[in-house]
Structures are given as C-alpha cells and as structure tokens.
C-alpha cells in the first residue's frame, strides 16, 4: 500500500513556469514532510521540508504548502529554470521513523 | 557539502561475484541507517534499516541472506550483495539522519550503480 501518492508523473513547464507537485497521504501520525531532489545518477537531495503545525514555508524559488485537514502538500517551484529538471521526491515519516516515499515526478523544464 | 558518503559508485562485474558498498556519514554520528534500492525512473524502495550494533531490520520480501548488512560503528554501515545475479543489478542508496529520535531529514548518499554481467 502506498503511503504517500504523488501526481504528476511527469511535468514539461516553459522557462519562467510555476510547475505545481502534489502529495496525498493518509497516516494523520505522520508529522515531517520532506521533498528531495534528485538529478540522473545521483542520490536524492533535501530541498525543502515542512512539519504540519504551518501552511506554506518558502525557501527561495521553494514553496511548501500543506493543508492538514485534507492531507495534501504540495511543491511549487517559482520561476523555474531548466537546471530546475530533475525528478522530485515528497515523503513522509513520523517520530524520526522511516520515510515513506511518492512515487516521484520527473520533471522537464523548456528553455 | 555531501554528508553521506557512498562508496563505489559503480560496479561492474561477472554474476556469482560478492559485492560490498559502503556509507559513511561525514562529520556525525549515525545509529541508523537506510538501504535503498531504486530502479530506472522509479521511486525508492526500502530494503533495510541498519542499526549500529545490532542485527538490520529487513523489508518484507528482501532476502536477509541475500543482502547483508553491517553496520559496526557509528559513522559506517554497508551492504554486501552476495553471489550477485544479472537480477540484482540495480541503484543501490544509503541514507543516514543526524538523529533517529527526532525528524531530521534524511541525508543520501551519491548512490552505487551495480551492473551484474
């Protein structure tokens, strides 16, 4: 069973675009939502993570937003850049427990 | 900077071969550990959870005799894949947390490219 969903598979934006990740989950225990980064032929990098007890948390082009009462986040990247194109990962974990994984988004971004 | 370190990262080698990887973490101290397996466009999927002096903690359907794990000090764990096969040829990642009580993210390594001939 999957803990955490994902959507979009994948996502082609123009330079200049706002590509929008989303993220479901279900296990209301979960307290840490991290999105990672992850470029071919390297491990995943932590990008931006938020805990449920704000909304939105921004770092740079990063922004999370996290709704608690229908248990989705989401990624938005502002401005997005080509070298912005890699494949990215939300999780979740609870209690410094394992981390739950999507199932990524690949993500293309047009010159 | 990079504060897991993953090594190899690639291997090439004939089936029937034992191959070990190694992570570290740089600069602190890991009680746990993870083992990833990731396939080609895919999300990860976790094999173990290492733990510093004691036995690994596998997920369902890995074989524990299979991949074996250690992970005898607090900066160093690693997987060993005995008796490879075409089968097992995959991208193998470890991950650490600055703490295991706590929610600190997760840090990866660069990954180990395993290509079993």
């Known amino acids: 069973q999957q803990q955490v969903k994902q959507s979009p598979q994948s996502l082609i934006v123009q330079k200049g675009g706002i590509p929008i990740i989303n993220c479901a989950y279900e296990n209301t225990a979960f307290d840490y939502f991290p999105w990672y980064q992850q470029f071919p032929g390297k491990g995943p990098a932590l990008l931006i993570a938020?805990?449920?007890?704000?909304s939105e948390k921004k770092e740079g082009r990063f922004t999370i937003s996290f709704n608690k009462s229908a248990k989705q986040f989401s990624l938005h990247i502002m401005d997005s850049q080509p070298g912005d194109s890699a494949t990215y990962f939300c999780?979740?974990?609870?209690?410094?427990?394992?981390?739950?994984f999507g199932t990524g988004t690949s993500l293309t971004v047009i010159p | 900077g990079a504060v897991v370190s993953q090594h190899p990262s690639r291997v090439i080698c004939k089936s029937g071969t034992s191959v070990k990887i190694e992570c570290r973490s740089l600069?602190?101290?890991?009680?746990?550990m993870f083992w990833y397996r990731q396939f080609p466009k895919k999300s990860l999927m976790l094999m173990a959870t290492?733990?510093?002096?004691?036995?690994?903690?596998?997920e369902q359907g890995v074989e524990k005799d299979k991949f074996l794990i250690n992970h005898a000090s607090l900066t160093l764990s690693t997987l060993t894949v005995t008796s490879a096969h075409p089968e097992d040829s995959s991208f193998y990642i470890c991950s650490a947390s600055f703490e295991s009580s706590s929610n600190q993210p997760q840090h990866f390594g660069d990954g180990t490219r395993l290509s079993i001939l």
């Open positions: 600069d602190f101290q890991a009680t746990t």
């Open positions: 938020i805990r449920p007890d704000v």
């Open positions: 999780a979740a974990s609870m209690a410094g427990n394992q981390f739950y």
């Open positions: 290492s733990n510093e002096g004691s036995k690994a903690t596998y």
